[in-house]
């Protein structure tokens, strides 16, 4: 349920004085220790790309590229270790050349760093 309301939601940023329209796919808690996580975010924008941010529980932050084939969102650039992220019941799975590495469940946002510090 929260999935598909998250995957309904619309959200307006504005980007150097114009309004531009995104879709949000999902957002996903990727808790990697007790004390570790990353909020991962992805989101289609409106000229068609999708891209993942990534909010980290020391502060930090990243975004970036994704390219989607067949339901997989591939990371574009990065290290070449075939990063990518499928969506499987709910949960975000990440992989990378080697296969898969673990699962991230959806969370609200913000609450996957509150649930770890």
């Known amino acids: 349920m929260l ?3 998250l995957t309904l939601a619309l959200a307006f940023i504005s980007v150097g004085g114009t309004a531009r329209a995104e879709t ?3 957002r996903w808690c990727d808790a990697w220790t007790p004390t570790l996580a990353d909020e991962l975010t992805i989101v ?3 000229d068609g790309s999708h891209e993942v941010r990534h909010h980290f529980t020391n502060g930090s932050r990243l975004v970036q590229g994704l390219r989607v ?3 997989i969102y591939y990371v574009v650039g990065g290290a070449g270790t075939g990063d990518n992220y499928r969506i499987s019941g709910g949960a ?3 992989h ?3 296969g898969f590495i673990r699962s991230a469940p959806p969370v609200a946002e913000g609450r996957c760093l509150r649930a770890v510090r």
């Open 24 to 26: 949000l796919v999902g």
């Open 69 to 71: 084939r067949n339901g």
């Open 96 to 98: 990378d050349s080697d």
């Open 92 to 94: 975000l799975n990440l």
């Open 3 to 5: 999935l598909r309301l």
């Open 44 to 46: 289609r924008r409106d």
